[in-house]
Structure formats: structure tokens, C-alpha cells
């Protein structure tokens, strides 16, 4: 790839030949003529090596302020986002393209995941779609720390503050990833972020000030609407407003799984091309919903919140709320997904009083008992130093809903009271595609020596074999990264298949807690 030079700081002219270039790269790999408002001041900070902000409104071309550099930088773009759709969707456009993109989630199978990871250590890769959850994965991080990181991309960097609408702890632990990777500059996107937001990201991947660029949320296409009902009027309401809209694809969003089902079929008796996605559905159909919506010109979907995040359809015509949405910045995210082709699109919130109970019981089952919260203090803090906490058990336990269990942690960690450290798998399981026999014969000296004592550890399923890490690290007096390292290798020489299971939270008390009960109040 053609390499940019670095941002001229002399004459006009040299700063017009730099223009001229970036441009030239854009049309050469993307075939647009210019940029949108907003990405050239992005994409310059970047290219002279500074991090930066993003807060574009959806569908507002945040994904070319790291796809450019990413073609014109020397090293690695790593993409973090927790939409599998974008991951997706985007990977494919750029592959389509002739340019070097992969992505790393739950959906590859062992062999193209194994493909990846070659391409990385090979170096023909420049963009990598992960999810934050990736780098809970050791043998990932243990990849990535090897290679030169010359851009970390965040998409939906508002999950980063606390303050935002979408709070998600495994964001917190990103700017401490970015900077254990060596990362040379930082970008982090969002389509809603307040003033409190903004700030709490730019603190937090130390983005100066003026390389925040905030282009605003105004679309003149959109039309937004709000049609007050009672709730029994909403079912009229609703095939009224669909009969007179203009033709095009739309989205309906719920809020309740079996309301997605009962209005998708009061709109397909109504003779429209309607279909009901939620994620109480099972994967295969959940993607061919999707799929099909993608395809169409007229479909529409009743969904939950579950539906539209990274999908990149430019012609929906209309998004309505048959429910009041959670917040304005939902509202705000979710219209984002109309008119992304420019042009005219409705958005319609039909608005019932009743709609409060809903999301005041969705409050407050998400928000633990008090003496939720001390259970969980006596778990963390009144036992060893150091603990590999099994969430999911550990939420049963206290009675505390796992994303909000994460959450509480997470404020431990934010008030000094606990370290978090990388998660770990306690258990690897390996499936033999060569005997042990002819494993060991690969090898000699102390690698045979330390596979056999592996190998004698392993226990036998029917065709599975499960290890203990501790346990075996223990036992063999070998630091855990190696045993974990033997298993990689093993691996990656299709020697046998590998699975990492029952994910542990390390956590560390940073030093005794003089008065619990003030603690448990102030967290409730």
C-alpha cells in the first residue's frame, strides 16, 4: 500500500498537494469524490499521529475515519465494536474491495479463526473486526502484543462512561488494552455521545481536546413525528400510519418479545411484508430475518432493541416506536437507521402513558437488592487476596443479574477497592487428531518432556480431554502462559482441536475496607 506522508506544517502549496493525495486514496479505494463533514480532520489528526474522537450521527461515514488510515498507516488497525453485524457487514465490503480485512468472532469456525491468526503473524493484514469480549482470550492477546498496533478503533465508545446510555464494563479495560498493545494513536467513535460522555472519552483514551470533532445529530431528510395514544388505540394507529407512509423498507421497535410476534402478525393480516426479530429467536433465524430484510424493498420487522445495530441498509424508508423507546439516546441510535441513502424517511413515536410501567420494571429488576450488594461484598472482599470469580455462578448466589454484577465490579475497580485483571479460561479442552505417541515424536528435549506432562494431566471425556490450567501449571512448576503457549502450538499445527472454557474473573483486593456497610449503602 502507498504510504501518506506525514502532515505538512509548511506552505500552502505543500498543504494543497496533501489534500490532493488524500483525496487521490479515497477515490482509489473507496470511489467516493470527496469526504463528508467531519472525517478530513479525523483522518488528518490520525495520520499525524494523534488520537481522536469521532461523534457522528448514524450513518454519518465514521467507519472511513479508520478505514483510510488503516490503508495508509504501517502496522495494524485493530476495530473494536460489539455489533457482529457491522464486523460483518463491513469485513465483507472491504474483502469485496480487494483490500486486507478480517474480523475474529463466535461465528468463524476453527479453521477460519486458525486462517486469521496466520494472516496476522504474517503481516498481510491491515484492518481486524473484534469484539471487546476478544481480549478476555489469552492466546489473543498474546498474538496482538507481538505485533506493531499503528491504530486501535472504538466503535461505540459511548459504552466507555458510565454517564452513557449503554454502559458496558468490558469498555473500561479498553484503553488499558490499547495501551499494553503499544498502540500508536487511538480513534473512538459514537453516534450519541452527551457532553459528560464526550469528555469521559477523550480522559480516558487521552484525546486532547480539539481533536474531538462533533459534526451534530441533525438530518434534514428525517421526519420526526409523535402521535399520542391510548393503548388500545395503538394497533389502529399503527396500520393507519403504515398504509399511508411511502413505500420502503421499515423497522418497528417494541419493547416486549411477545409484543414483536403479536404486531408482526397484525401487520401480516394486514396484507403487509412483516416479520417479528427478537432474541428469543435462534441464531440461524435471527440471521435470515436479517438477511431477507437486507434483501427486501418493502419488508418490515417488529423488533426489539435486539435488531438494526451495524446493519447498513441506506433505504429504510421509515422507524417507528410502537413502544416508547428507553431513553432519548436510544431514540436517537435507533432513528439513525432511516434515511441513510439521504433520502426523505419518516420516524414516528407513538406515545402511551402506559409505557412508563414497562420501562420503570425493566429499572428496577435490573437494580439489586441491598442486600444483594453486601453478599456480593462478603464474596469479593472477605476471602483470599486474589480470586478467579465464576460470574455467572456468582450472579446466582448473590442474586444479582450478570451484566449488572459486571457493573458493580466495575465501580469497585473505578473506587480503588478492587483490581481487575485479564480474564482467564480455567479449564482447556483438546481433541487429539494424532495420537500422543506421534505428538511427542515431533518434538524433543524439554518441549517432549513438557507435552508429556501435560498429556499425563488431561482428563478423557469420550473423544474430548479437559485440563485444569492451575492445576497443571502447578503441578508441572511452569508459568501458565507456557502451558497455554504448548497448547496454542499444538493447535495451530492442526495436531489436535482446542477449546478455552469457564471463563474466570481474576479479581485482587487492593487493601482492607474499613466499613462495609458504608460501602454496600453507597453502592445500592
Same mark, same amino acid.
Given at each position: 500500500?502507498?504510504?501518506?506522508?506525514?502532515?505538512?506544517?509548511?506552505?500552502?502549496?505543500?498543504?494543497?498537494?496533501?489534500?490532493?493525495?488524500?483525496?487521490?486514496?479515497?477515490?482509489?479505494?473507496?470511489?467516493?469524490?470527496?469526504?463528508?463533514?467531519?472525517?478530513?480532520?479525523?483522518?488528518?489528526?490520525?495520520?499525524?499521529?494523534?488520537?481522536?474522537?469521532?461523534?457522528?450521527?448514524?450513518?454519518?461515514?465514521?467507519?472511513?475515519?479508520?478505514?483510510?488510515?488503516?490503508?495508509?498507516?504501517?502496522?495494524?488497525?485493530?476495530?473494536?465494536?460489539?455489533?457482529?453485524?457491522?464486523?460483518?457487514?463491513?469485513?465483507?465490503? @472491504?474483502?469485496? =474491495?480487494?483490500? #486486507?480485512? &478480517? !474480523?475474529?468472532?463466535?461465528?468463524?469456525?476453527?479453521? +477460519?479463526?486458525? /486462517?486469521? %491468526?496466520?494472516?496476522?503473524?504474517?503481516?498481510?493484514?491491515?484492518?481486524?473486526?473484534?469484539?471487546?469480549?476478544?481480549?478476555?482470550?489469552?492466546?489473543?492477546?498474546?498474538?496482538?502484543?507481538?505485533?506493531?498496533?499503528?491504530?486501535?478503533?472504538?466503535?461505540?465508545?459511548?459504552?466507555?462512561?458510565?454517564?452513557?446510555?449503554?454502559?458496558?464494563?468490558?469498555?473500561?479495560?479498553?484503553?488499558?488494552?490499547?495501551?499494553?498493545?503499544?498502540?500508536?494513536?487511538?480513534?473512538?467513535?459514537?453516534?450519541?455521545?452527551?457532553?459528560?460522555?464526550?469528555?469521559?472519552?477523550?480522559?480516558?483514551?487521552?484525546?486532547?481536546?480539539?481533536?474531538?470533532?462533533?459534526?451534530?445529530?441533525?438530518?434534514?431528510? @428525517?421526519?420526526? =413525528?409523535?402521535? #399520542?395514544? &391510548? !393503548?388500545?388505540?395503538?394497533?389502529?394507529?399503527?396500520? +393507519?400510519?403504515? /398504509?399511508? %407512509?411511502?413505500?420502503?423498507?421499515?423497522?418497528?421497535?417494541?419493547?416486549?418479545?411477545?409484543?414483536?410476534?403479536?404486531?408482526?402478525?397484525?401487520?401480516?393480516?394486514?396484507?403487509?411484508?412483516?416479520?417479528?426479530?427478537?432474541?428469543?429467536?435462534?441464531?440461524?433465524?435471527?440471521?435470515?430475518?436479517?438477511?431477507?430484510?437486507?434483501?427486501?424493498?418493502?419488508?418490515?420487522?417488529?423488533?426489539?432493541?435486539?435488531?438494526?445495530?451495524?446493519?447498513?441498509?441506506?433505504?429504510?424508508?421509515?422507524?417507528?416506536?410502537?413502544?416508547?423507546?428507553?431513553?432519548?439516546?436510544?431514540?436517537?441510535?435507533?432513528?439513525?437507521?432511516?434515511?441513510?441513502?439521504?433520502?426523505?424517511?419518516?420516524?414516528?413515536?407513538?406515545?402511551?402513558?402506559?409505557?412508563?410501567?414497562?420501562?420503570?420494571?425493566?429499572?428496577?429488576?435490573?437494580?439489586?437488592?441491598?442486600?444483594?450488594?453486601?453478599?456480593?461484598?462478603?464474596?469479593?472482599?472477605?476471602?483470599?487476596?486474589?480470586?478467579?470469580?465464576?460470574?455467572?455462578?456468582?450472579?446466582?448466589?448473590?442474586?444479582?443479574?450478570?451484566?449488572?454484577?459486571?457493573?458493580?465490579?466495575?465501580?469497585?475497580?473505578?473506587?480503588?477497592?478492587?483490581?481487575?485483571?485479564?480474564?482467564?479460561?480455567?479449564?482447556?479442552?483438546?481433541?487429539?487428531?494424532?495420537?500422543?505417541?506421534?505428538?511427542?515424536?515431533?518434538?524433543?528435549?524439554?518441549?517432549?518432556?513438557?507435552?508429556?506432562?501435560?498429556?499425563?494431566?488431561?482428563?478423557?471425556?469420550?473423544?474430548?480431554?479437559?485440563?485444569?490450567?492451575?492445576?497443571?501449571?502447578?503441578?508441572?512448576?511452569?508459568?501458565?502462559?507456557?502451558?497455554?503457549?504448548?497448547?496454542?502450538?499444538?493447535?495451530?499445527?492442526?495436531?489436535?482441536?482446542?477449546?478455552?472454557?469457564?471463563?474466570?474473573?481474576?479479581?485482587?483486593?487492593?487493601?482492607?475496607?474499613?466499613?462495609?456497610?458504608?460501602?454496600?449503602?453507597?453502592?445500592?
Amino acid at each position: 500500500m502507498p504510504e501518506l506522508s506525514p502532515l505538512p506544517t509548511g506552505s500552502a502549496a505543500e498543504s494543497e498537494l496533501h489534500d490532493r493525495r488524500l483525496e487521490a486514496e479515497l477515490r482509489r479505494h473507496f470511489g467516493f469524490e470527496s469526504f463528508r463533514r467531519g472525517q478530513r480532520p479525523v483522518i488528518e489528526a490520525l495520520l499525524a499521529g494523534r488520537s481522536a474522537a469521532a461523534v457522528f450521527p448514524t450513518g454519518g461515514g465514521k467507519s472511513l475515519c479508520y478505514q483510510l488510515p488503516a490503508l495508509l498507516l504501517d502496522g495494524l488497525t485493530v476495530v473494536v465494536s460489539p455489533l457482529l453485524a457491522l464486523m460483518k457487514d463491513q469485513v465483507d465490503a @472491504l474483502v469485496a =474491495r480487494g483490500l #486486507p480485512a &478480517a !474480523r475474529l468472532d463466535s461465528s468463524l469456525t476453527a479453521d +477460519e479463526v486458525r /486462517a486469521v %491468526r496466520e494472516r496476522l503473524r504474517a503481516g498481510s493484514l491491515r484492518l481486524l473486526y473484534v469484539s471487546p469480549e476478544r481480549f478476555a482470550n489469552e492466546r489473543f492477546r498474546s498474538l496482538l502484543e507481538h505485533l506493531s498496533v499503528a491504530l486501535f478503533a472504538v466503535d461505540e465508545a459511548h459504552c466507555i462512561s458510565e454517564w452513557g446510555h449503554n454502559f458496558r464494563p468490558d469498555y473500561l479495560k479498553l484503553p488499558r488494552t490499547a495501551r499494553a498493545l503499544g498502540a500508536e494513536r487511538v480513534l473512538a467513535l459514537t453516534a450519541t455521545a452527551t457532553p459528560d460522555v464526550l469528555e469521559d472519552i477523550c480522559r480516558s483514551f487521552e484525546i486532547a481536546p480539539g481533536d474531538a470533532v462533533r459534526t451534530g445529530v441533525y438530518r434534514p431528510n @428525517l421526519s420526526l =413525528r409523535t402521535t #399520542p395514544v &391510548a !393503548r388500545g388505540a395503538r394497533d389502529a394507529a399503527l396500520l +393507519e400510519h403504515v /398504509a399511508q %407512509r411511502p413505500p420502503g423498507a421499515g423497522i418497528v421497535y417494541v419493547t416486549l418479545q411477545k409484543t414483536a410476534e403479536r404486531v408482526a402478525d397484525l401487520l401480516r393480516a394486514a396484507r403487509h411484508e412483516a416479520m417479528a426479530y427478537h432474541a428469543g429467536l435462534d441464531a440461524e433465524t435471527r440471521s435470515r430475518i436479517q438477511d431477507e430484510f437486507l434483501a427486501s424493498d418493502r419488508a418490515l420487522v417488529v423488533a426489539t432493541i435486539a435488531f438494526g445495530m451495524g446493519i447498513d441498509k441506506p433505504n429504510i424508508r421509515s422507524v417507528d416506536h410502537y413502544d416508547l423507546p428507553k431513553s432519548l439516546e436510544n431514540w436517537s441510535q435507533e432513528i439513525g437507521r432511516a434515511g441513510r441513502d439521504g433520502e426523505p424517511a419518516i420516524c414516528r413515536v407513538f406515545g402511551s402513558i402506559d409505557d412508563l410501567v414497562t420501562l420503570s420494571n425493566f429499572a428496577y429488576g435490573d437494580t439489586p437488592s441491598r442486600e444483594a450488594v453486601r453478599s456480593l461484598l462478603d464474596e469479593v472482599l472477605s476471602r483470599n487476596a486474589e480470586q478467579a470469580l465464576a460470574l455467572v455462578s456468582l450472579s446466582r448466589r448473590v442474586d444479582i443479574r450478570p451484566l449488572v454484577l459486571r457493573t458493580l465490579l466495575t465501580y469497585l475497580e473505578l473506587d480503588g477497592v478492587l483490581e481487575i485483571g485479564t480474564p482467564r479460561y480455567a479449564t482447556y479442552r483438546f481433541r487429539p487428531l494424532a495420537s500422543s505417541a506421534e505428538i511427542l515424536a515431533r518434538f524433543d528435549g524439554a518441549r517432549r518432556e513438557l507435552l508429556r506432562g501435560i498429556f499425563r494431566r488431561a482428563r478423557k471425556a469420550r473423544t474430548w480431554f479437559d485440563l485444569d490450567l492451575e492445576t497443571v501449571a502447578s503441578e508441572l512448576d511452569q508459568p501458565r502462559e507456557r502451558i497455554v503457549g504448548a497448547l496454542d502450538h499444538l493447535a495451530e499445527r492442526q495436531l489436535f482441536e482446542l477449546r478455552a472454557t469457564d471463563l474466570r474473573q481474576i479479581v485482587r483486593r487492593r487493601g482492607p475496607v474499613d466499613d462495609l456497610e458504608w460501602l454496600a449503602d453507597s453502592l445500592h
